[in-house]
């Protein structure tokens, strides 16, 4: 066998967490392979995605409580039963520590500054606020971190935005970060590491840079950060993984605060912004790009005739969203309200939008032509303060629902969703076509802006209720002391496990066979491919319009090629077959797509995705930029991504129209016109990839053969920060599903 290139490094996760939706394949495959977790006791998981949020109080089983959503019933109980045999930190529903992965392990203190962290979900940027390098990955990668704790990478590049000076009153951490899409739009970010700097954001609590950092995947980054600070070390004292008070602490302390950017460090691309050019601002279209302030204005698509590519794409958004150019934003009526999310379903988020009722006064209520204004607190933690500070009883006496911990309708996975053509202002992270609900309208804005829409039924500038009253308990200190002062401490909750069996890899009892799980050599080796090209030109293909989120219920590699493009390919309301470019002959048929936009795949790290396009029969893609997340799981999957200049792809793209073959070869990295005389196309592969893909290989299998040089790091790592791996064990939990007799323990 050929020598492997080593272009790329090994990066050691000293943090991975886990939920549901993305996790049932790689566990069936570590099973079915015979491989362990090798360090469970650096994994924290949990169900958020698919979990219902009405009421547990009064459930007398888990059973019950997935009444009418086997498949949600199905992913958890995956999820719990691998979480527990292979002996990792888990939080059940019944655990108020549950919630959305990306709110409770910060709450924890599972995010510690300097550390790398990952997670089978695009939104783990939201961690670099604590200073962490944190990003997204897909099911393999997620197999590979349990596999060896390690991946491989490498560097991106760096990108800082400084806000400087001061933010108007109302202006929110979440009007900052649509601003900043707004500017540089959705693939601004591609390839970057962003960090946030500059006075605004160094004034910003722990949470309000949470909601930042988590949405620096919709500019297009993999990951955001912040340098920690006082903020970030106030925030981190005395919760249950954070190092030990005294020594430990006092080391942690002193090297968290050397990491910072020196004064005359270099970035690739360098960006200022005055914060003064900041207002309450709201998206109109199906991109987080799409960006105005509240005061503005529906655009007119002509406005972006510089752009072909982006005039059609607003075009098409318009149509989907049903609004009419030069429509002023608070005209726009709403029907739904979703407040919640890892962006902004944090304690502080939730005292802001209690403000706004307040400032409406005693006889505030959610306005009569909206249908369900939603409430969701982002963890059982963030709930119980919350109702410890009254706010439960100000939205339900305002007409809100106040729900239960979970992604809820930010992604229409679960029991809350959109119906077709109902349109809701939502303080989530992403508006695509379709994802809080087949055929649902969503404009992103921020708690506050998401509030006084609720109480007006339209869109609506917050700033019409004055400056709104500060909430007693409003600093992230008390949040914390409230927190810790529950009898919900892990030590408290749980027994703890047998000092043996921790940091010991693990290989739990009743290993089960699932085969369509794995992938084999055959499947994952790209060669030369000979085909026809689907033509595409949007930019900002989204992996939830390649594969619509209600199908990420299952729990196999497979099944998914009937669902590729759901929505572009039937109406979402009658069901009927369109003429979309896949339905067409002989599109149907392609095993390549050329695609002119940039940034296919951005969004959701699903790797569903690519296993929807693989199901298919495409193997190729070649477009001027990709999602990063999405091109890893590419490779992971055998389907070749090809970066071109836009030139080089508008050029593939007359051949593809025409329905002319071409031929990939992978061996010398070119793409040939069969029958034309024209010269091939070179393109560039990281040889690593090129490598693995030419022959098949399983990466986990080639990392394995590296663990004791893994494991030498790791010791050199701890004598060094002896906090990184210093926490405390993962207890042994109970199934909730196990619960079936006795209500949930509240
Ligand atoms: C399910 C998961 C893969 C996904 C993500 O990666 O972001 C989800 O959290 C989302 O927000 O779309
Ligand atoms: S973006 Fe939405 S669906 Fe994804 S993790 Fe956050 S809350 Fe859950």
């Known amino acids: 066998m050929a020598t492997t290139p080593a272009a790329k490094t090994l990066r050691w996760f000293v943090r991975h967490i886990i939920h549901e939706a993305t996790t049932a394949q790689a566990f069936a495959s570590i099973r079915e392979n015979n491989r362990s977790v090798r360090r469970p006791d650096l994994t924290l998981a949990t169900t958020d995605h698919i979990v219902p949020t009405k009421p547990r109080k009064h459930v007398k089983s888990y059973q019950d409580y997935y009444k009418g959503d086997p498949k949600a019933e199905e992913l958890c109980l995956a999820l719990e039963k691998n979480a527990v045999d292979f002996g990792m930190h888990f939080y059940p529903l019944n655990d108020k520590r549950q919630g959305i992965v990306h709110i409770i392990a910060p709450e924890q203190g599972f995010i510690l500054p300097g550390t790398t962290c990952v997670c089978g979900d695009s939104h783990t940027s939201t961690h670099g606020a604590f200073g962490a390098l944190a990003f997204g990955i897909g099911t393999s990668e997620v197999e590979h971190v349990l596999a060896t704790q390690v991946l491989w990478q490498k560097r991106s590049k760096n990108m800082r935005i400084s806000i400087e000076g001061t933010l108007h009153e109302s202006v929110s951490s979440k009007d900052v970060i649509l601003h900043i899409i707004g500017k540089i739009g959705t693939a601004g970010g591609t390839g970057c590491v962003i960090e946030y700097a500059g006075s605004v954001i160094r004034n ?60 005359d460090a270099k970035f690739d691309i360098d960006i200022t912004i005055d914060a003064q050019e900041i207002s309450p601002c709201i998206t109109w279209g199906t991109s987080p790009q799409d960006v105005v302030p509240i005061t503005g204005s529906v655009p007119y698509p002509e406005s972006f005739q510089d752009d072909p590519n ?26 739904k309200v979703f407040i919640g999310s890892c962006t902004n379903g944090r304690i502080e988020d939730l005292r802001s939008v209690a403000s706004v009722i307040l ?40 007409g809100f629902d106040w729900r239960e911990a979970g992604c809820s309708m930010c992604c229409g996975l679960n029991q809350d969703r959109l119906k077709v053509g109902e349109r809701c202002a939502s303080t989530s992270n992403r508006n695509f076509e379709g994802r809080q609900g087949s055929g649902g309208r969503t404009h992103l804005l921020s708690p506050i802006m998401a509030a006084a829409a609720a109480l007006n039924g339209r869109l609506t500038d917050v700033r019409k209720y004055g400056v709104l009253p500060k909430l007693p308990g409003s600093s992230s200190q008390t949040r914390q002391e409230t927190t810790t002062s529950t009898n919900l401490t892990l030590s408290q909750r749980n027994e703890p496990v047998a000092a043996e069996n921790v940091n010991k ?51 196999k590699r497979s099944g998914y090629g009937q669902y590729l493009f759901n929505a572009l390919r039937f109406s979402p309301s009658t069901g009927e077959r369109s003429d979309f470019i896949l339905n067409r002959v002989p599109f149907n048929n392609s095993s390549i797509i050329v695609c002119t936009g940039r940034n296919f795949g951005c969004g959701s790290s699903r790797e569903a995705a690519v296993w929807s396009l693989k199901e298919f029969g495409i193997k190729c893609i070649i477009a001027p930029s990709f999602g990063e997340i999405f091109e890893n799981n590419c490779v992971k999957n055998g389907v070749l991504p090809i970066t071109l200049t836009l030139s080089k792809c508008k050029e593939l793209y007359t051949d593809a129209e025409a329905a002319l073959p071409l031929e990939i070869d992978l061996t010398t990295s070119g793409i040939r016109r069969p029958g034309s005389k024209l010269a091939a196309i070179p393109f560039k592969i990281d040889p690593f990839r090129q490598h693995c893909l030419l022959h098949g290989l399983d990466d986990i299998g080639l990392t394995i053969e590296k663990l004791e040089d893994i494991t030498l790091f790791e010791q050199k790592r701890r004598s060094k920060f002896p906090w990184i791996d210093n926490i405390p064990a993962p207890s042994r939990t109970k199934l909730s599903s196990q619960n079936t007799t006795t209500s949930f323990e509240w």
């Open 505 to 555: 890899p693990s290989t739990p009892k009743n290993q089960t066979a699932t085969p369509e799980t794995s992938t084999t050599k055959d499947q994952l080796k790209f060669t030369i491919l000979r085909g026809i090209a689907a033509p595409f030109s949007l930019e900002n293909i989204n992996t939830d319009v390649i594969l619509s989120v209600q199908f990420l219920t299952g729990v």
């Open 204 to 263: 910003l609590s722990m949470d309000a840079r949470m909601s930042i950092c988590n949405m620096s995947i919709e500019a297009g980054a993999r990951a955001g950060l912040i340098a920690p600070d006082n903020i970030t070390i106030n925030y981190l004292k005395g919760l249950p993984f954070s190092p030990k008070p005294g020594d430990e602490w006092d080391k942690a302390e002193n090297y968290w605060k050397t990491l910072y950017s020196d004064k």
């Open 359 to 398: 400032a409406a006064g005693p006889d505030a209520h959610v306005s009569s032509n909206v249908v369900q204004a939603l409430i969701v607190p982002g963890s059982g933690i963030v709930r119980q303060q919350a109702e410890f500070e009254g706010l439960d009883v100000i939205f339900e006496r305002a």
């Open 310 to 335: 982006r005039e059609e794409a607003v075009r098409r958004s318009l149509t989907y969203m049903d609004l009419r150019p030069g429509t002023q934003m608070e005209d726009i009526a709403i029907d």
